[in-house]
């Protein structure tokens, strides 16, 4: 129930509770099977705010080097060597 004259004194606001969730979904799913969801909410917040920011450090990283990557291997297309001969009948 939310209070007519704003938030409360006590309880978090709705964005605060959807970035938490968020948080905690992140470290959950991109940690590979390393933490469950209650080892991650019952973390402190220094420690779950460093684990997340590392995991997005990482994930950064990947994708730029994977960008990288792509940009300096350009796939060589193979061709046969063959040299067409546009002449037709009608024009000789």
Not at 10 to 39: A, C, K, P, Q
């Amino acid at each position: 129930m939310t209070c007519p004259l704003g938030s409360t004194f006590f309880g978090l606001t709705s964005e605060y509770r959807l970035s938490v969730f968020n948080n905690i979904h992140d470290i959950v799913y991109y940690g590979n099977g390393g933490f469950s969801w209650t080892e991650v909410y019952n973390m402190p917040i220094w420690l779950r705010k460093f684990t997340f920011n590392k995991i997005k450090e990482t994930l950064q990283a990947t994708a730029e080097a994977n960008q990288q990557s792509t940009k300096s291997s350009k796939p060589k297309i193979a061709r046969p060597n063959i040299k067409p001969n546009y002449s037709t009948k009608a024009s000789e």
